[in-house]
């Protein structure tokens, strides 16, 4: 039976999507979910063997090919003086087959994190690495230099670094204002499917934060370590992203801060709240994203959308993803 090379795509990238998650049965699976026979399946699943993308490992066992290059960069030896050295002779020979869309995004992100690496740090030494499947390229760099949320919290007087991670998540943040828009890193990770800063032991993500990604990194940072992933299929754009957080004359009007990734627990105080306040009247729309939290302090509650509202009426917050039990509060300091 042949199929328009349409449906035989969206097979095969259903296959490798099952075999990365590791799931046991992968012929029957994908046989039961287009409705074609297990022979028909074993066939894609040659094709893909004779084509090295995929490899077996036990019988019924498969895993993607994955390839991995690393490239040591050295300030003294000029490989930093700008942002693009990295960016053509480390990751543009890895990405020359991807859609327009895609290298669009990486142009802007990988050269976005290397000027930070450049103007920022201080580092003397840069590992870049990249690894590639079929699937997703993941790309990543970690550095010698200064911890960027150490950098953050003594240029701007924070208390503690875990303030310095929250003010990143916000944007519009930068110690070098006459230089850089401090966009750089919230564009950047609103565009990669994963995007995530280690650094002292602290932690920047915006999706649910896995070691394995960064294992291979942070073994040899001593500074910062950032590591991105992209899907090699994805629709996204740059542009859409950019749109998606500005206002109609094209300003960096609106944020969204996800609370699962700044707080260990649900947050209860206002001085958790002052934290997350912080720089907000910048902002016209600022989204509070409750995305995994089952609770919300009343003090935390009300600090923010009655004490700083009410000084800032020009800033709106919008809570989103509530749970019962968290909305049962937004609507109770409301009211009070």
Not at 75 to 101: F, K, Q
Not at 134 to 151: N, R, S, W
Not at 162 to 188: N, P, Q, R, W
Not at 217 to 235: I, P, R
Request: glycine share 6%.
């Amino acid at each position: 039976m042949k199929f328009r090379s349409e449906k035989k795509q969206s097979i095969v990238l259903y296959i490798l999507e099952k075999i990365e998650a590791g799931t046991d049965g992968v012929s029957r699976s994908v046989a039961e979910a287009f409705g074609i026979s297990t022979n028909t399946v074993h066939s894609y699943l040659n094709e893909l063997l004779e084509n090295r993308i995929i490899k077996k490992v036990k019988r019924g066992r498969y895993e993607l090919v994955t390839e991995k290059f690393t490239y040591s960069l050295r300030r003294s030896e000029g490989h930093l003086d700008s942002d693009t050295y990295a960016m053509n002779h480390c990751l543009a020979p890895h990405i020359t087959a991807l859609a327009p869309n895609i290298k669009q995004i990486w142009e802007h992100a990988f050269t976005e994190m290397t000027n930070n690496v450049v103007d920022h740090s201080g580092a003397e030494n840069v590992l870049v690495m990249v690894k590639t499947n079929y699937l997703h390229t993941i790309a990543g760099l970690a550095d010698d230099g200064v911890g960027i949320f150490e950098k953050i919290r003594s240029h701007f007087g924070l208390g503690t670094l875990d303030d310095a991670v929250c003010e990143l998540f916000k944007g519009k943040l930068t110690t070098d204002s006459a230089h850089h828009s401090g966009e750089g890193i919230f564009f950047s990770s609103r565009m990669m499917d994963r995007f995530t800063i280690v650094s002292d032991g602290k932690i920047f993500a915006t999706d649910k934060y896995s070691s394995d990604m960064v294992a291979d990194w942070t073994e040899w940072s001593e500074g910062t370590c950032v590591v991105m992933s992209l899907s090699n299929f994805t629709g996204r754009t740059a542009q859409e992203v950019f749109d998606e957080y500005s206002s109609v004359d094209g300003g960096f009007s609106q944020t969204r801060i996800p609370l699962k990734n700044i707080f260990d627990t649900s947050p209860v105080s206002r001085s958790q709240a002052k934290r997350i306040a912080n720089r907000l009247e910048h902002f016209q729309t600022v989204e509070l994203d409750f995305d995994g939290l089952d609770w919300m302090g009343q003090g935390f509650a009300h600090q923010l959308f009655v004490v700083f509202q009410n000084e800032h009426p020009e800033t709106r917050l919008s809570p989103i993803n509530m749970c019962e039990s968290v909305e049962t509060m937004y609507h109770h300091v409301l009211r009070s």
